[in-house]
């Protein structure tokens, strides 16, 4: 498959990233053991929207019978969970090799799933007030726009809904992403952050050549007023670190948040 010139087309050139990080084992590809699936079915669970803090359980409605949607969520880590809890899930996610793992763990274990591919930013794929939960792990980080990706999931959710959203605090794009960057944590760029206009060309060359999603650091107006401009109360919020970033000694560099649709 060419790789596709991330100027042109972020969405495609992403898309053919995260399914070069399934061929890498990258671990956000790495889909649940049947340990996890049984023990999500005797209701023994634990789900992240970060990297290392558990989603509080009282943040969850009741599983059985509860119209999820996993938002750019496939990696067959979350979507298993939730139907082996007794949900009715839907995964959507840009990547077919994401969406791939999904299926590959939902046929192991006998769950009914559902995977549909396609950009956050658009889920036209489904009708209004479609859902009762909208669960998206960090990952509008590869999404140019997030404000669409809020008032999209604001539409399909049903009235009294809940959106259980993570994300990277723009604190982290401060000082550049990659290792040599973060040794000294200079401040060196502005946010929003964009990998397309804001990266050394030559940095961002070696990122495409070696199949490397790119990012953007979002502004907190965007990500936390984006949700409450849409309509979402926020009801529930915590802070994570990122554990292989030099950052997260002085500063947590992931948020979550849970919001509900009046």
């Known amino acids: ?16 990233a995260w399914d070069r990080q399934v061929d890498y084992n ?23 929207l970060t990297e290392t803090v558990p989603v509080p359980k009282d943040w969850f409605p009741p599983f ?6 996993g938002l750019a969520c496939g990696g067959g880590q979350q979507g298993p969970v939730f139907a082996a809890l007794g949900a009715h899930v839907t995964i959507f996610d840009n990547s077919p090799a994401q969406l791939e793992r999904d299926r ?14 396609g950009d956050m930013r658009d889920l036209s794929a489904f009708a209004a007030e479609s859902f009762d939960l909208v669960f998206h792990p960090v990952s509008n980080v590869f999404c140019p726009e997030v404000r669409p990706v809020w008032k ?11 959106l259980l959203a993570g994300f990277a605090n723009p604190i982290y794009y401060l000082f550049g992403t990659h290792e040599d960057e973060q040794e000294t944590l200079t401040v060196r760029y502005s946010i929003p952050y964009s990998d397309l206009k804001d990266m050394d060309p030559e940095d961002l ?4 050549e070696e199949g490397t999603p790119l990012e953007f650091g979002h502004s907190l107006t965007d990500q936390i007023a984006g949700q409450t401009d849409t309509g979402f109360q926020i009801t529930g919020f915590y802070e994570d670190i990122c554990p292989d970033s030099p950052v997260s000694k002085y500063h947590p560099t992931y948020i979550a948040t849970r919001a509900i649709k009046p």
């Open 205 to 208: 060359d070696v990122c495409i």
């Open 64 to 69: 059985v019978n509860l119209d999820i949607l």
């Open 152 to 162: 999209e999931a604001y539409r399909v959710l049903r009235h009294g809904g809940l």
């Open 26 to 48: 990258n671990p956000f590809t790495m889909p649940d053991t049947p340990e996890v699936i049984a023990k999500a079915r005797r209701g023994e669970f634990s789900l992240l």
């Open 104 to 117: 590959m763990v939902a046929d192991r274990e006998g769950l009914p799933l559902k995977t549909v591919e």
């Open 1 to 16: 498959m060419p790789k596709p010139k991330p100027a042109l087309n972020i969405r495609e050139y992403n898309r053919y």
